[in-house]
């Protein structure tokens, strides 16, 4: 056990701003600030610091599909070359497709009255606002218009996985700020083991009724576990809890646990939800290292996320 003097080493200082102070100085500032979740961010600064620049290390980035609907799709899609593959939830091919062809995301209310909504055919994701018409026929077209496209392509293989498929909708889709077309430009994967849990998904089965198509969901498993195996230092950010958080640990225990984790979350973990688990737990089950760099951030990724890709230039 530590010291007393070895405890008390920090001491808390004052944060001092001042005018035309970049994101890195007032980080640089918060330090030694004590200043509770923003103390745990500085921390996650750090770890992602030090998991980016070592040059050994595969580095994750999971996230679930809320947060592309919002503004931070753009922070997302400039860092996807900072990483080595993405884990992520069914719903961001629905977002990040209909946004790549103009949909219009509007900004609404957490406090608005849903069946008011439903009447005007508006639908709503937190306080996020999307008319009917620029989501869901106007998504079921573009998936149609690309799923051909590659059907009747001369290296159509019949058979794919949801990386695979997903490679060959970002080599299709025009529009730069989408995420599933900067994993396609900078050759990063993206694994999507929920792939069919939303619009893609629904869209992929109707075509495999008419088509000789097929999901293969294992070979990407196959992958993950090629890559634990692979790779002796391994590190991840990760954005919200569910299925791509899972995937990430869960796969990482069979090489001994991450290397460097950071977890940014609003959940609770009283209710013994994954998505509430600090990444502490993860370690009792080895798919942390005990001796990995980790931290969990409590907070709105949307807010934390710019800061920390700011300080860190990830941009």
């Not at 091919?93 to 608005?112: E, K």
């Not at 994967?189 to 992929?204: C, K, R």
Request: glycine letters at 10%; hydrophobic letters at 40%; zero cysteines.
């Amino acid at each position: 056990m530590a010291s007393k003097k070895e405890i008390l080493k920090r001491s808390v200082k004052d944060i001092r701003l001042k005018k035309g102070m970049k994101v890195a100085e007032l980080i640089s500032s918060m330090d030694s600030v004590g200043g509770f979740s923003a103390q745990h961010m500085v921390s996650g600064i750090k770890i992602l610091k030090a998991m980016t620049e070592d040059k050994d290390s595969f580095n994750f980035l999971s996230f679930p599909a809320d947060i592309v609907s919002t503004g931070l799709r753009g922070i997302l899609a400039g860092a996807v070359k900072y990483f080595d593959a993405i884990i992520t939830t069914g719903g961001t091919l629905d977002h990040d497709l209909a946004r790549s062809i103009g949909g219009r995301y509007s900004l609404g209310s957490f406090n608005a009255d849903d069946a008011q909504l439903h009447k005007m055919g508006i639908y709503r994701l937190g306080n996020v606002f999307i008319e009917n018409k620029e989501y869901g026929k106007r998504l079921e077209d573009v998936f149609t218009s690309i799923m051909n496209d590659i059907y009747k392509s001369k290296d159509y293989k019949k058979e794919y996985s949801a990386s695979e498929l997903t490679y060959e909708f970002g080599k299709r889709i025009k529009d730069n700020n989408s995420i599933v077309r900067q994993a396609y430009l900078n050759n990063v994967p993206i694994f999507n083991p929920g792939i069919l849990d939303g619009a893609f998904g629904t869209q992929m089965t109707i075509f495999s009724q008419t088509h000789d198509f097929k999901l293969n969901l294992i070979r990407d498993e196959l992958k993950l576990s090629d890559i634990a195996f692979d790779n002796k230092t391994t590190g991840a950010l990760m954005i919200g809890g569910g299925i791509s958080k899972h995937h990430v640990i869960w796969w990482n225990q069979f090489k001994g646990g991450l290397d460097y984790a950071v977890y940014i979350t609003t959940a609770t973990q009283f209710d013994g939800s994954l998505s509430g688990a600090r990444l502490t737990e993860a370690v009792s089950w080895g798919k942390i290292k005990e001796k990995a760099s980790y931290t969990t951030i409590d907070g709105d990724a949307t807010i934390i996320l710019p800061v920390m890709f700011s300080a860190l230039d990830l941009v």
